[in-house]
């Protein structure tokens, strides 16, 4: 059975960096496309970053191109979330999401995925 697990979120002041990390357990991770993901209250779930299998390409939200970055260590079957000059509306519960699929998917799309940790809140104070 496939597992996502998260850590790493925390609080962190306006204009601050936090790493979140995602650790996939359960299959070969290689195989997996991987997304993150965030949902704000009282908001949908929204799009951030994604990553392909083997890292060669990377996807962002325009709100954080620039300032954020996804990686991933196929040895250590984990998916990074770098996040600098971090704001306030960065607060939400960021989510890792993965798809096994073997054809194109489109990466922004959170119905593209189908595995799904339990979320790492973030949150950044003013």
């Known amino acids: 059975q496939v597992q996502l697990v998260e850590s790493g979120g925390g609080l962190v002041q306006a204009g601050g960096s936090l790493r979140v990390s995602c650790a996939v357990s359960?299959?070969?991770?290689?195989?997996?496309?991987m997304g993150w993901f965030r949902q704000a209250p009282g908001k949908e779930r929204e799009f951030v970053a994604a990553?392909?299998?083997?890292?060669?390409?990377?996807y962002y939200a325009d709100s954080v191109k620039g300032r954020f970055t996804i990686s991933r260590d196929n040895a250590k079957n984990t998916v990074y979330l770098q996040m600098n000059s971090l704001k306030p509306e960065d607060t939400a519960v960021y989510y890792c999401?993965?798809?096994?699929?073997?054809?194109?998917?489109?990466?922004?799309?959170?119905?593209?995925?189908?595995?799904w940790g339990q979320g790492t809140q973030v949150t950044v104070s003013a």
């Open positions: 359960g299959r070969t991770f290689i195989n997996y496309k």
């Open positions: 999401a993965a798809t096994f699929s073997i054809g194109s998917i489109s990466y922004t799309d959170r119905q593209s995925y189908d595995l």
């Open positions: 990553i392909t299998r083997s890292g060669g390409s990377t």
